[in-house]
């Protein structure tokens, strides 16, 4: 049932969230819920962080829009900032994570045809997630995303995910190629983790082909995984990377950084964006990464993910019902052997918020600014509402 005036796009939970802090989320009945997914891994440094709502009110009152026809300070404060943690050359500014990836693509094309590959191709994943404008749905690989879109972009070439040889095989028949896209670790598709030789494998191949590498850290990046972009733990560099969600912790900004070649692709009205890289914005992701460094959270992310880890592994790993407890950084999950998608109501309930992707995983992206003590007691909630889930779940009838 649609709410309206709005469009009918999301099936929601009957809950209504007035404000939050930290980990939790205060609904507008005064009941509290843990939050273990902190708005699809945007809030990294939980609801309300003080040092980022200071800046984004002390940057309203000063000045929060002039448009990209001028020089911006904190634009490029930001820029270097970023380029200093990534080794990256050059930023683009977005509003999104679908908005960086469309700059991406925008890039890897007009890289083509300055090569003068007249229709140039873009190599994508099965079960990736990009986006939901029409090229990043494209370069998803999700039939439910596309669906009732077509027509299609053209120019994606599609490869099973954590597949070299896939990957090899394109190379030899296709010479329109010119970039791989490619999550670290593939959030909607499930927090599948892929071997250790798998980035290093497609750098190689980009490399040897001309191709540019294209990272989609929209998820995994901003320290989430325990380094700034997650492909800083397989030491690979890559050619394009985008970023968005924990970026300004709530405040809508993205971005695609370009390095090398890469880096100088694009020319005055090559590419734009109206709201891209506003004061606000700008001062807000400043804040994200002021607090990123000061709390060394990246290693706090490290620390406290090992530490769920175990802790799950302790509990629950062995029951007939658990798959698989997997995770890097606060990128954690949990598969069961089958759907489980009543869980996330079951759990509200109970006052705690789970999101389940790929029907059967739990995906925990916790902020990264929780104390041991609520990384464990969040941990804790998680097994109890499983193990109650699984109790429940024994006595249901089946047909
Ligand atoms: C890896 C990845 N890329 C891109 C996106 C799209 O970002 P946005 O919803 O900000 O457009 C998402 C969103 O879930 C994502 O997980």
């Not at 709502?53 to 270097?80: G, M």
């Not at 890039?107 to 986006?131: D, K, T």
């Not at 995303?145 to 030899?172: K, M, T």
């Not at 494998?201 to 700034?228: A, F, H, P």
Request: aromatic share 6%; with cysteine.
């Amino acid at each position: 049932m649609a709410e309206q005036p709005l469009l009918n796009t999301y099936g929601r939970l009957p809950v209504v969230f007035e404000h939050g802090r930290g980990m939790w989320l205060y609904d507008t009945e005064g009941q509290r819920y843990l939050d273990t997914f902190t708005g699809i891994a945007v809030c990294g440094l939980g609801h309300s962080h003080p040092g980022v709502a200071h800046a984004i009110s002390q940057q309203a009152e000063r000045l929060t829009h002039c448009s990209n026809l001028f020089h911006c300070k904190l634009q490029q404060q930001l820029a270097q900032r970023v380029c200093d943690l990534t080794d990256m050359d050059g930023v683009f500014f977005a509003n999104s994570g679908a908005e960086a990836n469309e700059a991406a693509i925008k890039l890897a094309r007009h890289y083509g045809h300055q090569r003068n590959i007249a229709s140039p191709a873009i190599i994508v994943m099965e079960n990736a997630f990009h986006g939901r404008t029409l090229a990043t749905l494209t370069a998803t690989g999700n039939r439910r995303v596309q669906a009732g879109f077509e027509p299609l972009v053209s120019g994606f070439v599609r490869a099973p995910f954590n597949d070299l040889e896939a990957v090899e095989a394109i190379a030899r028949s296709n010479s329109n190629v010119v970039a791989v896209l490619v999550e670290p670790i593939q959030g909607e598709g499930g927090v599948d983790i892929p071997d250790d030789d798998y980035l290093p494998g497609l750098r190689r191949i980009c490399d040897r082909e001309d191709w540019l590498l294209m990272l989609d850290e929209v998820q995994t990046g901003n320290g989430r995984t325990g380094t700034y972009l997650a492909c800083q733990q397989q030491g690979v560099q890559p050619d394009v990377a985008t970023v968005a969600k924990g970026f300004g912790n709530g405040y809508p900004i993205g971005a695609c950084l370009a390095r090398g070649a890469a880096a100088k692709v694009f020319s005055p009205g090559s590419h734009g964006s109206t709201f891209g890289g506003n004061p606000l914005g700008c001062a807000a992701a400043i804040a994200v990464l002021d607090a990123i460094e000061q709390d060394a959270l990246m290693d706090r992310a490290r620390i406290l993910g090992e530490r769920m880890l175990n802790r799950f592994r302790e509990h629950l790993m062995g029951a007939d019902y658990i798959e698989d407890i997997r995770g890097q950084g606060l990128m954690l999950a949990i598969e069961l052997t089958h759907p489980c998608s009543e869980l996330v109501l079951l759990a509200k309930v109970q006052g705690l918020l789970l999101n389940i992707t790929r029907e059967r995983v739990i995906r925990l992206l916790p902020p990264l600014t929780m104390t041991d003590d609520e990384a464990d007691y969040l941990a804790d909630q998680v097994i109890r509402i499983i193990k109650l889930y699984a109790a429940d779940d024994r006595d249901r009838p089946r047909n």
